[in-house]
């Protein structure tokens, strides 16, 4: 069975960091694309970093710079390093497992998030 | 770069069909994946590939993409059914990303 769980999100200053995890079983992490979605409070699904299966990165221009994916294939975990946190940050992350085709990919696994808020 | 647009509420009564679209320029080129999201719950994938259905998945769910606009339709709506429903696509232009639609509350009268 596909599982997804995240840890390590919090309450962090601004300026602050924080370091996410997401640890699954059921498949291995190393073999697929795999993702960072957010959703801030009462707003949509936004798809923040991606890693993809040979090994390159995606970020979106709100967190590029700031924010580093990470793999660690022994343990079969994704880690999202969040540096410079600001206000706007806050939201739930969750993990998730991406298939699909080059040109039809789509999210067929999620965690069940960890909560990130940015507050003085 | 794709801008998905969702209607932002669609009301049906138990028993009903809802609709909820998906509107971008060609969508209809691209293929569509939809999810559900009910409230305080991670978002679980209901449609991929513009009309599939993976398994768990009511037969009530189906979905159609063509022209200008993708639709996810909900037969015999149920009061489970209420939530909210996002459409996606992969845009494998320069940047390799999951773009999401505006999102859709669907309620249950």
């Known amino acids: 069975e596909v599982q997804l769980v995240e840890t390590g999100g919090g309450l962090i200053q601004p300026g602050g960091s924080l370091r996410l995890s997401c640890a699954a079983s059921?498949?291995?992490?190393?073999?697929?694309?795999m993702a960072w979605v957010r959703q801030a409070p009462g707003k949509g699904l936004e798809c923040v970093s991606l890693?993809?299966?040979?090994?390159?990165?995606y970020y979106a221009d709100s967190v590029k710079g700031r924010f580093t994916i990470s793999r660690d294939n022994s343990e079969n975990m994704l880690h999202l390093q969040m540096n410079s946190l600001r206000a706007e940050d806050t939201a739930m992350y969750y993990c998730?497992?991406?298939?699909?085709?080059?040109?039809?990919?789509?999210?067929?696994?999620w965690g069940q998030g960890t909560l990130v808020a940015v507050s003085s | 770069s794709y801008v998905l647009t969702q209607p932002p509420s669609v009301s049906v009564a138990p028993g009903k069909t809802a609709r909820i679209t998906c509107g971008e320029n060609?969508?209809?080129?691209?293929?569509v994946h939809w999810y559900q999201q009910r409230p305080g719950q991670a978002p679980v994938l209901v449609i991929f590939?513009?009309?599939d259905r993976p398994s768990g998945i009511p037969e009530r769910f189906s979905g159609s993409n063509s022209g200008n606009t993708a639709t996810l339709i909900i037969s015999r709506v149920e009061a489970g059914d209420e939530a909210d429903y996002y459409c996606?696509?992969?845009?494998?232009?320069?940047?390799?990303?999951?773009?999401f639609g505006t999102g859709t509350k669907v309620t249950v009268l």
């Open positions: 998730a497992r991406l298939k699909g085709g080059s040109y039809r990919r789509y999210f067929d696994y």
């Open positions: 059921g498949f291995t992490v190393s073999t697929n694309y």
């Open positions: 890693f993809y299966a040979g090994g390159s990165t």
């Open positions: 060609n969508i209809g080129s691209e293929s």
């Open positions: 590939n513009d009309s």
């Open positions: 996606q696509v992969w845009d494998s232009g320069s940047d390799h990303r999951g773009v």
